[in-house]
């Protein structure tokens, strides 16, 4: 990847220690969430500790005989040679942060979703509606996190500091409570006869019952600094509240005033934009909505793809643990990419990068070129291609047979392009710059095509911060009506025809839904001989089907959407249209069209329509008149009316 | 995208015949089909012939590369090979020059060969020849003029230059502007 191509997307952050410390934490409670084990809070106090207490060799071999976990897919899979390369370095492994990559993973063994290691949701798999179990634990271990971050860097270090905050914690009365609470409420979900006494006397006992704040002292805080942990308490109250609204809700407020309030205080908390914070709000649960602002203030970890064309995996592996770099695959799901933990040197200017053996590249962006599985010899387009990780991804799929075309509009971008085309050895590629809009001109008849659409980048908020403040409404409608007018080109530009393909590919690094949802929905309601197909990826959510009114199609459920408090990936959205040939649409149209009457009985009766045609000799006074009035205009003289214009005079 | 004249193409045979000799007539009769050179805004392209009938419909000033670049024409009508020819200079190449672990990241800064970084040479090798630099686990790292014959190298001293430097694989991040 070249300098330039940050441009696009930043090589992530490096992902440091304290980043996959805390999150195993909140994985380990998460998971035990999810299997639903009744269990008092001190026992969830306990199991923090469990790491250091249990050793990590034993655990290590359990996890790999058990078939269904995380770490057994790793020794079966195709992730199983690289064991063998690696098996000098296991102890240190074991030893460091990968140790807690191993507690972590028994607990998620149930998690059928292949996730990275990294952080972790903390309530991903949970449903949303167990709102304030997940609420209480995400938001103050959100806050515990926040707090000792900046020293956590041994595992011994880490639990002297969890400890010490436990110690303070149970001073305070408030979060003891809350605590107990949580367990409660983990102890009985639906019990809720039980818990509705607790709650009550729970608060009964908080010093300071939560009050929402009204307008006028809205209005009277904006003017001044809001206090940080103010906001922090209001915004966990708020979540709490209004996962059981009609329980804990103060009398006479509503609902949309606890939503405002939240909203605003996230937009502050998080420094968002008023309607940014609103949208990405929307999207989710409560609850989640948060995870989902927590996550992204935390950087992804840093991956990169094992260029096939050069390289295997495994001696790239294997290079770059010889230059002190510690990685290990991503998941199952793909066997090119490589998760980095910490290195040495430089991961973007080792010689095995300037040789093109990897590539550094977002996890996300593997996503659509799986869904796109190119087959060899065909002729694939990448109409938005800088700085050139998806094409040289389809290069080494195609195994440089066929011809890949790689468009770009910005040109100085294509720069990078060509760079990272030709260190990676693709000798199939075309490079050209044109506004994608323009393709199916240029050039059609292709077998696949791939649609990165540019985009708001509300996915990729951890890289590039500033979409938190400088996007608007009118960037939106501006991206999506250019999203639109690229999809409908991408798909004119596939042959129906041919025999290996007809695929497209859209995918874009946002997860609002008028980039994503909509536009699909647009291009198959525009082009009736494109329809969605599976895309291939055997995790991530499902895309919308309805959202706040907005009625899709239901085949969008095909599509696929990916979260980073989810899948510790870059948000992002992908979905796979299969084009068909236009004449069947047609036939469809030349059947009889016939009106169905619901008659007052009840009764349906069907009569075929009357021909809808031409009447020539009714629209010829009409044409005589504009042919006159054409004449007019252009200073000639029309000649004298022939007949019966009164006729026309009636009629206009 | 023009083919090459006549010395154009003399220019840019020469000059890889300086690396890859009488292998040459691999890069022109392929079994996998036939391969061409073009033209293409000074840069010349080695690209198959599939991939140049479909880029003719791609507008002059809107193709940026097609297929390796092998390098440019200066204005006075020299040609210069660049570093993305190294995938097929290195797979023909004659005289070979392996460098040791501790030589391979002064290489890829542009720097020359020293002799205390040489870690293995083909054997007469003669002077002023075109050779490929390789680490010493066979991974290309670029190209160079031997500064001495293979037979003169032994009584040189440690920080004499062996191999002089004209392209390496750390252009790419270092001229990626001017590259392309």
Redesign the interface.
Known sequence: M???AKNKQAPPEPLDKKEYTSPKKLGKRKADDHQDKPRPAKKSKDSKYNPKSSKPHVKFADDANSSDGWEGVQDEGAIGDLDSLLGDEDDDMLRGPAQEFDFGSDAEEDEPAPLLRGRKSKQGGAPPNVVPTGLDDSSESGEDSDEDEEGRTTMANMEARSRALDAKAAEEAELDIEEYQEAAASEGEDDDVDMEGEEDANGDIDAEPFRLPTAAEREEEKTSVPDVHTVQRRMRECVRILGKFKRLAEEGRSRSEYIDQLVADIASYHGYNDFLAEKLFHLFPVAEAIEFFEANEVPRPVTIRTNTLRTRRRDLAQ?LVNRGVNLEPIGKWTNVGLQVFESSVPIG?T??Y????YMLQAASSFLPVIALAPQPNE?VLDMASAPGGKTTHIAALLQNTG?V?ANDAN?AR??????N???L?C????????DGREFPK??GGFDRVLLDAPCSGTGVISKDASVKINKSERDFTLLSHLQKQLILCAIDSVSPESKTGGYIVYSTCSVTIDENEAVVDYALRKRPNAKLVETGLEFGREGFTSFRGKKFAPSLSLTRRFYPHVHNMDGFYVAKFKVERRSKAKKEEDEPVTVEIVAEDGTVENKPQEDVGFDADEDRPYLEEAKRRRMKAKGLRPPARSKAPTAVKASA | MRPLTEDESRAVFEKLANYIGKNLIHLIDRPDGPYCFRLQKDRVYYVSEESMRLSISVARPNLVSLGTCFGKFSKSGKFKLHITALDYISKYAKYKVWIKPNGEMPFLYGNHVLKAHLGRITEDTPEHQGVVVYSMSDMPLGFGVTARATVDTRKLDPTSIIIFHQADVGEYLRDEETLF
Request: hydrophobic share 40%; glycine share 8%; charged share 25%.
């Open positions: 070249g300098r330039r290079a200017a010689p095995e300037l040789a093109g053996h002729r011809v075309f040109k294509t720069k990078s392009l060509t760079a085309v030709h260190r050895g000798k199939n590629v075309v490079v050209c710059s044109y240029v050039m």
